[in-house]
């Protein structure tokens, strides 16, 4: 099949899949990549064993898949339980989703077919399949296996995500390792594991699980708008049976001060289906409420909500993708019982708990203590942005401050960005300019096979592609790790670090504090405060 042009296309900058990086990047390369996405139907088979959970996560998987490839289609409708994109079925929520890219030009000319379950069904290229706890995905059909909020079978979707990803751009220089056999993940111990059956007898007891009353979301953005999206899929009783009669539903707290941007913010947030408007902390406390949890909105910084409160501390779970210093800072000040922070960058995610009296763990702000000061920041953005000193620093001492068309049409003019992306950038934050890759896949430009870009390329000669998977992936261990607390299961104990272009191995680790000593978590003021707030029964949050 013929590539179309540069000229049939929509102009790159417009399409949500890419965004491009670098003054010298051929437009037919932006196009040629598209047209890998394109050229590709994405053909979902659901076993009879594919219902209840299970088919929630199958919707997972079609509405990550929608988000990239020219083409998803289903064999066979599947009707859905209550769910938390209100559809009724997966052709519905296929139908929703169409909207939120430019339709391909031509029809797709290769079909890739991913079985969901294995029951009563014929073999595809890929299967995604597992239970409550488990992910698996293998090129053969894996069954399916959930009895209340299928997360495992939603962590399989993410990874599969990831090996079609692979398998159509791997040409263009998409990292990853390709799927040779059966990979399983635990989401208990965060281990692969070759078990077939759910919760294994050999998961060791990480650390104690505590019942929690509240769970904060710092930040809603697309990590913690999946986080929500996952907790309601776990938690809201219309959704699920997860919890024993005995266990009490958490109330959840949503923080953030920013609003939702319909035009940029549906294509890369799995749980958004479009037109999504206004403050995003009210908005998703709606949707939560709307599902049958209790759900209060703090829409303003981490800062100034701790502020407002009647009294220190946070007795629950606070998980954070807060991605400043100066919002890291914030959450560290929280005091909350425990502190879940997840990072992303690119492919690559972590996941860290932060219990508050742990004098020997990381808190939310260790990571920052040695970063630069300000001024040496501001130089190192000013030469990769093309704006001045001065303006960068005011940008970095205000979170409310936004970019302006002044502001990138120096950009441009500088050549650090191209015209295409002038539009998109205005009034979005100075971190979306200076970052690289937020849950994208950055890949490096090249003008033939193998072929370098002319002159020798440099690291912002790229092409960057949406990767929403890796936001739901977060999302689903952010879900799972409260449900764990819930039940009393084996926590976190530590860092997980998982890297989606590939298969995660299980990379578990203890991160110290700060070594310099000089960090605010090891005020004696403070480690009194949480001696005070944690020691003995749980207090009113």
Known sequence: MTTP?????????????????????????????????????????????CRGGAAVAAAAAAALSTRLFGDVRTDRDLELPPNWWL?????????????????????????????????GISAGDYGIGGDDWTARIDIAPVSVAVDSHGLGVHAAACLMTGQLLHRVLGPFGYPGVALRGLYALDLITHQPTGSPGSVSEARPVCMAGVGITEVGIAGVGSVGTSTAALLATALAPGYTTALPAAVARPRIVLIDADDFDPQRNPFRYPALMGGETGSKAVTMAERLCGAGLVAL???LRV??????????????????????????????????????SIGVAGLSLHAQREPVAAVDRACPYCDFVDAAPPSTQAEVHAAGTGLSVARILELLGRDDARLTAADLDLAVAAGRVPEVRRRQLVGAPLADLVRQAYAEAALAVRTGAGAPPPGGGSAQEVVAVAAPHVSWFAGTIAAAETIKQLLELPLLDGRVDVDLAGLPPGLLRRMPPDPTGTCLCRSAVRRRWAQRLYTGPLSAA
Not at 8 to 25: K, N, V
Not at 102 to 114: E, H, K, Q, R, W
Not at 303 to 313: F, L, Q
């Open 5 to 49: 042009s540069a000229f049939e296309y929509a102009p790159a900058g417009r399409d949500p899949r890419l965004r491009l990086i670098g003054p010298e990047i051929p437009p037919d390369y932006a196009v040629a990549v598209l047209h890998a996405l394109d050229d590709v139907r994405i053909l979902f088979r659901f076993g009879e064993d």
């Open 87 to 119: 559809v009724r079925s997966i052709a519905e929520l296929l139908d929703r989703t169409r909207a939120l890219r430019p339709p391909p030009l031509t029809p797709p000319g290769n079909t890739i077919a991913v079985t969901i379950g294995a029951a």
């Open 297 to 299: 909105a703090a829409p």
């Open 303 to 340: 800062g100034p909500w701790v502020a407002g409160r009647e009294r220190p501390g946070f007795d629950g779970l606070l998980v954070s993708s807060v991605d400043t210093l100066s919002g890291r800072l914030e959450v560290a000040d929280v005091l909350a019982r425990d502190t879940l």
